[in-house]
């Protein structure tokens, strides 16, 4: 569809969708007296109760096509004074409306359940609520929703809540995907939301079986995330798992299989083609440094044979051409016999199996739900994969009336065989995409073909690499994780109204990485097994352990008095994180008959101890939070939150953060005046809220000062050397968490009794004190000191939309529609001292990605290409500074933007942005199920 159609209708869709909130909202119709003047009508009393005989305070009772009408008691009483005959509608939010004839005597009602995703029950944080009684932006997936054919959590979710983009960003099984709520709002710190299971705060590696999910919940605005402080500013994810269900044991077994495959595959040269580019840029180079040397050219020299072209301009691997690709006599291409697609050798259809067996069920109060998991994943990468086990069991049981217990336990153990990625000479994937289509993949006995294009770097200036085969089948990547959850919680009742509960957990991660690096791969130009080869043989193995562990402890108040409803939390938390890790490197390999640092012995010479990865950390996170819901007759909803987060993170004088939140709903569906303007078959609620989070992602320590290695000195004027040490850098001891302010405004719209739901949010965020390595004189000691930048802020601000709907439900069979589209815009509005900000991309140290004010965070940089050169451009284009040669017909040239005549960095400019324009989603969900 065309973008600019796309834009006018979105718009179109927005503002028609604020005249009808507008219209509702403007339209508050004063309730009219019960009877008429004089007279005197009978009372008409009764009890509106649920399906299970509990009173329903706050329900509507009206006079049908009137606006006549009251509201239940805290006991679900009512009294009307009306006429015998007339019709009465009984209706609450989440319960389907019910119409009654007045005759004589008391009316009492009981109102069924509806279908409502406002009725439905989510995590907030520390308690589950009514989504009816939300009045922040939560959105909520159940496991019935989720993709469970998805290996991987993030992968379940894709496309499935709106102001959440989920990326895949590798195709490997054993990488995680990118989680984004509502934008980025930091330069260096991790944008990354935070994951709770089960109540225990977790990092973003959930190795969690998508099938052992009950539901998803994800706090979008800061109001929401708020009570989760200095780890919430970009977004809290609440993962629940699956709980025992009354009834007698139920086993279930399920199992997929499914292949994946290279989605798209980068359209490369032929072996003809190929060779064309070689002998073109070796000629074009030769008849260059020719015309450099001021000599006339002639169209014979092209075939000069290689000898004579070294002879006469040198730079042998700029001018010299294979025999084997160019006839020189007929100055033409050799066909090529070999054609090699190399994305076709490396990537393959790959198998998976996933297999689940769970058990569930209650007795006697208790509930249990045990499962096990297996699943085997093939990546689509020769040799690359994953295995995983997982296990879990949750318990929960009523001690008594004023004792509930939760134990749950899981274990995960995962086994990877990675590749390596990043830079081509290493790595088979970009290796794929350069490697020569002229070169065999294998040779005739069916053997690896090796150091065929490394062996001509040389004389003919091919790239230094490997078959991306043997890359990717020869070097031994492996990493083993084990993952062990404990937590155990306990709620009791003081009183009725008053819960204390106490939650204590530790989470264990242990991982055994090994990496090796063959003989039998070229080193450079030198072939596999020569003594060059030998020498870069290399063994790493790396073992790492987390320790993670909690305790939280909360008191929750909950009582009526009348139609007020008032839901008061506190609570203390105390988390801690241990990491411990050793890296070893050994050399000296002789062969490749042992492929791990145990190869070589206990000789210490071939050893070397990794300082990157080994050390031991730790941090620690003390907070206290509070949160207060009130809400009238289920009309009016008023929530605040307070948290204060105390982290070994922070700098001594800045050790404690703060973090308020306060949101407001108006269910106008439940006002007398409703009914008439828009029938008995829709709801409607009204939400604004604004709040305070943080991101505390900003490394261990980074507020000490520490002191270099010991190195050697001279004192004064004596000759001696003596070993001393100096700071190591300067130290902010203000270093503090990045700030997310954020408003939201939204409505959920519930049409057709509850078929169709619809839920919109319009946000706005402000992300300040912005992490950064600020530049500082180097008369200082150092060049750059760790900081937030006071004057700094990027802006988020968008719109998500929601749509769920029951197209078809019947006894047997359900059809389900859901929809979602995002919009979200990112811009740096201000940037303290720093004008502009650019960082290297991820392949060599090229300068890729900018940040300045007026623009998103980390825009593409670089030449802008202006058009290629025709005759009539020759001599008008600005020529390259950093091109000796000039520019012929059919070279790019790039635009001089600052106009001076040549093009070098002065010129390089924004050259793309990196955010889509939106995001949407769209799902069927079909069930059919004969008793």
């Not at 590749?419 to 020569?436: K, T, W």
């Not at 070169?439 to 001509?456: E, I, V």
């Not at 290399?538 to 562990?549: E, F, G, L, P, V």
């Amino acid at each position: 569809m065309n973008k600019k159609i796309t834009s006018n209708l979105l718009k179109s869709t927005l503002n028609s969708f604020c005249l009808l909130l507008l219209f509702i909202s403007c339209f508050t119709v004063p309730a009219a007296t019960f009877a008429k003047a004089g007279t005197t009508l009978p009372p008409v009393t009764g009890t509106v109760t649920d399906e299970d005989n509990q009173p329903i305070a706050g329900a509507s009772v009206h006079i049908k096509s009137s606006t006549q009408g009251t509201t239940t008691d805290a006991n679900g009483h009512y009294t009307m004074n009306v006429e015998k005959g007339t019709v009465l509608v009984f209706s609450f939010i989440g319960y389907l409306n019910q119409e009654v004839t007045v005759g004589d005597g008391p009316i009492n009602v009981k109102l069924k359940v509806q279908y409502n995703k406002l009725n439905e029950v989510v995590a907030i944080g520390y308690q589950t609520m009514r989504k009816s009684d939300v009045t922040g932006a939560v959105s909520s997936v159940k496991s019935s929703e989720l993709n469970l054919a998805a290996p991987t959590l993030g992968q379940a979710l894709v496309g499935k809540v709106a102001g959440v983009q989920v990326s895949q960003t590798s195709g490997a099984p054993y990488q995680s995907t990118k989680i984004r709520v509502r934008g980025i709002g930091s330069f260096n710190a991790s944008s990354d939301p935070l994951y709770v299971v089960d109540g225990y705060p977790a990092n973003n590696d959930v190795y969690i079986n998508p099938e052992d999910i009950e539901s998803v919940d994800i706090l979008k605005d800061a109001a929401s995330a708020a009570i989760y402080g200095s780890r919430a500013s970009g977004g809290v994810v609440l993962i629940t798992t699956k709980r025992g269900k009354e009834g007698k044991g139920r086993f279930e077994y399920n199992l997929q299989v499914g292949s994946d495959q290279l989605a798209h595959k980068v359209k490369l040269l032929n072996a003809d083609d190929f060779a064309q580019l070689v002998i073109d840029g070796r000629n074009n180079a030769y008849r260059d440094l020719w015309e450099n040397a001021g000599k006339v050219w002639n169209d014979a020299m092209y075939s000069d044979a290689n000898a004579t072209r070294v002879t006469n301009v040198g730079n042998a691997g700029s001018v010299q051409i294979p025999t084997y690709l160019y006839n020189f006599a007929t100055q033409s291409l050799i066909p090529q016999t070999v054609n090699t697609d190399w994305q076709d050798e490396l990537y393959r259809n790959a198998f998976f199996q996933k297999h689940t067996l769970s058990f569930s069920g209650s007795n006697s109060g208790t509930r249990y739900y045990v499962s096990g998991g297996y699943q085997n994943q093939q990546g689509i990468i020769l040799t690359s994969g994953q295995e995983r086990y997982n296990f879990r069991s949750n318990i929960s049981s009523d001690i008594n009336k004023r004792l509930h217990v939760d134990a749950n336990v899981s274990y995960t153990s995962n086994y990877n065989r990675e590749i390596q990625e990043g830079r081509f000479d290493h790595g088979p994937i970009l290796g794929a995409l350069i490697y020569m289509p002229f070169f065999p993949a294998y040779n005739a006995d069916g053997s690896l073909a090796t150091n065929a294009a490394a062996a001509q770097s040389a004389a003919f200036g091919f790239q230094s690499i490997e078959n991306p085969v043997a890359l990717a089948t020869r070097t031994k990547i492996s990493r083993k994780g084990y993952r062990t959850n404990i937590n155990g919680a306990a709620s009791y009742k003081i009183f009725d109204d008053l819960t204390f509960k106490a939650n204590l957990g530790t989470n264990t991660y242990n991982e055994k990485y090994d990496y090796y690096l063959p003989t039998s791969l070229s080193s450079g130009a030198n072939a596999p097994g020569s003594t060059q080869a030998i020498a870069a043989a290399t063994a790493t193995a790396q073992s790492t352990t987390i320790t993670d562990q909690l305790a939280e402890f909360t008191l929750n108040y909950v009582k009526k008095f009348g139609e007020h409803n008032f839901d008061v939390l506190g609570g203390y938390t105390i988390q801690k994180n241990m990491r411990d890790a050793i890296s070893v490197t050994a050399k000296g390999f002789q062969n490749d008959n042992v492929t791990e640092i145990t190869g070589k012995g206990a000789d210490a010479a071939f050893f070397t101890l990794n300082g990157g990865p080994t050390g031991k950390s730790n941090f620690t996170l003390l907070s206290y939070f509070g949160r207060v819901a009130y809400n009238y007759a289920g009309k009016y909803y008023l929530t605040g939150s307070f948290r204060a987060d105390g982290s070994s993170r922070f700098g001594p004088e800045n050790k404690y953060g703060y973090f308020p939140s306060v949101s407001a709903g108006w269910n106008v569906s439940q006002e007398p005046f409703y009914h008439d303007l828009l029938g008995e078959q829709s709801t409607v609620k009204l939400r604004a809220s604004w709040g305070v989070s943080g991101n505390y992602n900003i490394g261990n320590y980074g507020y000490f000062q520490t002191l270099a290695s010991p190195t050697g000195v001279v004192f004064g004027n004596s000759s001696t050397v003596a070993t001393a040490t100096y700071p190591n850098g300067i130290a902010d001891g203000k270093l503090s968490w990045e700030t997310t302010s954020q408003y939201n405004f939204g409505a959920d719209i519930g049409l057709f009794k509850g078929r169709l739901s619809i839920i919109a949010n319009y946000y706005q965020s402000y992300s300040t004190d912005l992490l950064y390595n600020q530049p500082i004189s180097a008369i200082s000691g150092s060049t750059t000191i760790l900081t937030n930048l006071r004057n700094s802020e990027i802006r988020n601000r968008g719109f998500d939309f929601q749509l769920d709907g029951r197209a078809v439900s019947v006894k047997d069979f359900n059809l389900n529609l859901s929809g979602n589209i995002s919009i979200n815009r990112n811009m740096v509005t201000k940037l303290s001292g720093n004008n502009t900000i650019i960082i290297n991309g991820a392949e060599r140290s090229y300068l890729t990605n900018i940040t300045q004010q007026g623009q998103p965070v980390g825009m593409f940089y670089g030449f802008k290409v202006a058009g290629i050169v025709t005759p009539d451009k020759l001599g008008k284009v600005a020529p390259s500074a950093s091109q000796s040669n000039p520019l012929r017909v059919g070279d790019l040239y790039f635009e001089d933007t600052d106009g001076n005549g040549i093009v070098n960095d002065a010129d390089k400019t924004v050259i793309g942005n990196p955010y889509p324009d939106f995001t949407y989603g769209f799902a069927i969900n079909a069930s059919y199920k004969k008793n």
